[in-house]
């Protein structure tokens, strides 16, 4: 969840042809200024402004003068957003440093690339969710579903369809909502944070990799099917997991 699949840089550039990603892509201008332009909409920007743009948006990107930016993919983002936005980095630049950070790691730090990509993620999803919430303040039934997720996804008896089914509003409605302010389903969101959660545990050698408490600590009941969960979204199993993140803290180390 939040992960940064991809940061690169674009200097001095005048054009960037129509294209669309299945992704979220992410663009902070780093200066001058340009516009974008979607299908039925664009955004005038400059120095310091962060386009925030959906998965499957077609858009291209001019500037009379040239701009130079940082754009970052994300993939499974935690953002509200259902249109382009445009935000605005603050007087201390916080946003850039993060974008910055990221582009350095992703291009140079391959030993702590994924463990370090997530948590620049989170961050700066965290920032747009700031000030999407300052904007367009989250609705109320859909952050008592999220505190509801976030304090029980460690708990295997927590049962999220029992905890929707019992609120006075229909199950079908609930997720429809949900899914509109965090950009997926109640679900979906539940599992995320699992499987994160579970990459950050082998990550750091909690429990020195053991599988079935990892999986037991990150609510599922049965070590396997979290086994299968987990290599269906990282492409390896946990122990393999553990083992690469392992053989990284001892590069480091050296």
């Known amino acids: ?29 780093t200066s001058d200024q340009g516009r974008f332009l979607f299908a039925e909409e664009e955004l005038c920007y400059s120095e310091g402004d962060v386009v925030v743009i959906p998965p499957n948006t077609p858009h291209e990107n001019v500037s009379e003068n040239g701009f130079t930016n940082i754009h970052l993919h994300m993939d499974d983002a935690t953002l509200a957003f259902r249109s382009p936005a445009l935000i605005r980095d603050d007087a201390n630049q916080s946003i850039l440093h993060l974008f910055s950070d990221a582009y350095f790691v992703y291009c140079g730090d391959p030993d702590r ?16 969710a700031a ?25 295997a ?40 959660t579970a990459a950050e545990m082998l990550s750091s050698g909690h429990n020195d990799g053991n599988i079935t408490d990892i999986a037991h600590l990150c609510g599922f009941r049965d ?11 990282y492409n390896v199993s946990p122990k393999e997991y553990y083992r690469q993140k392992l053989q990284e803290r001892q590069n480091i180390q050296e």
């Not at 690339?113 to 747009?128: C, E, T």
């Open 131 to 155: 000030y999407q919430a300052a904007v367009h303040p989250q609705n109320r039934i859909v952050e008592g579903i999220e505190q509801s997720i976030v304090q029980n996804y460690a708990n």
């Open 113 to 128: 690339k994924d463990m370090l990509l997530s948590a620049y993620g989170n961050l700066i999803v965290r920032y747009m």
């Open 1 to 29: 969840m939040n992960d940064i699949i991809f940061a690169g840089k674009h200097f001095l550039t005048y054009t960037v042809s129509r294209h669309q990603h299945n992704n979220w892509e992410l663009v902070y201008c």
């Open 157 to 196: 008896n927590y049962e999220l369809d029992e905890v929707l089914r019992s609120m006075p509003y229909s199950y079908d409605y609930l997720c429809k909502l949900f899914r509109k302010e965090v950009g997926m389903t109640p679900n979906r969101y539940l599992a995320n944070i699992r499987m994160q």
């Open 223 to 233: 070590p396997l099917y979290f086994s299968r969960m987990f290599k269906k979204k």
